[in-house]
C-alpha cells in the first residue's frame, strides 16, 4: 500500500458503489480542458442512464466505446466540467504515459452489477 493512501475499514469500501455499465453514446467534448468524451452510459433499471465525461480519448475512440461494459462509481455526487454535468465517475487506471485505459470486468456481468 502506498504511504500516501490512508488505510480504510471495510464499511468505508462498501459505501462506494461501484457498479457496471454499458456505454451507449460517445462524443467528442471539445469544451473540456483536457481531451474527453461525454458518456452516456446504461446502469441497468435500477439506475437507469448516466452522463460521465472521461478523459480516455488516447487509447479509445468514440465509435469502439459504444456496448462497451465498464465500471463506474455512481454515488459520487454530479459534478459540473464545463458546460456538461458528469453524473457518475468512470474508473481507469493510467498507463505508463498517464493515459487512462477503462477499468472494466471480464465475463457477462449484467448491466447494474455492484462491485462486492
Known amino acids: 500500500m502506498s504511504k500516501t493512501t490512508p488505510e480504510i475499514i471495510f464499511d468505508e469500501f462498501l459505501?462506494?458503489?461501484i457498479r457496471v455499465g454499458k456505454i451507449i453514446s460517445a462524443d467528442a467534448f471539445p469544451e473540456a480542458r483536457k481531451p474527453a468524451y461525454k458518456?452516456?452510459?446504461d446502469f441497468g433499471t435500477d439506475i437507469g442512464q448516466k452522463k460521465s465525461s472521461a478523459q480516455i480519448t488516447v487509447h479509445y475512440s468514440p465509435e469502439e466505446l459504444i456496448n462497451r461494459k465498464i465500471m463506474a462509481v455512481v454515488n459520487f455526487p454530479?459534478?459540473?466540467?464545463?458546460?456538461?454535468?458528469?453524473?457518475?465517475?468512470t474508473l481507469g487506471f493510467a498507463d505508463e504515459n498517464g493515459d487512462i485505459l477503462l477499468a472494466s470486468c471480464d465475463g457477462d456481468a449484467p448491466i447494474g452489477s455492484r462491485l462486492i
Open 78 to 89: 454530479r459534478r459540473q466540467i464545463g458546460p456538461f454535468m458528469s453524473e457518475v465517475l
Open 39 to 41: 458518456l452516456l452510459i
Open 15 to 17: 459505501a462506494v458503489d
